[in-house]
């Protein structure tokens, strides 16, 4: 009888050491589990960075691009009012002063 409790006792002793490592080996398991998750959380956090540099640079050069054209259109309507004032500056001015003497 004094045989079985000692086995049992062993039993269990052991049952405690497997139960010990099992623990230490969720923690490892855990922790490399975490290690991974910032690693890729890192990885993906760098990527969309480099993405969103990326973004950044074409929407100011198209920006750029815009304001360019943008400022071309407007000198060349400038330029066309301009060339029109000064083609038919003498017919505004007769028409100005006939509607003047005209009332």
Request: charged residues 35%.
């Amino acid at each position: 009888m004094n045989q079985v409790i000692k086995e049992l006792y062993d039993m269990e002793a052991e049952a405690g050491v497997i139960l010990e490592n099992a623990s230490l080996s969720k923690q490892k398991l855990l922790e490399n589990k975490r290690k991974q998750m910032e690693e890729i959380t890192t990885g993906i956090a760098a990527e969309l960075e480099g993405r969103m540099a990326t973004i950044k640079a074409q929407v100011e050069e198209q920006a750029k691009n815009d304001i360019r054209r943008l400022v071309e259109q407007n000198k060349q309507q400038t330029d066309q009012l301009n060339e029109e004032y000064e083609n038919n500056l003498t017919f505004y001015a007769q028409e100005i002063v006939r509607r003047i003497t005209e009332v």
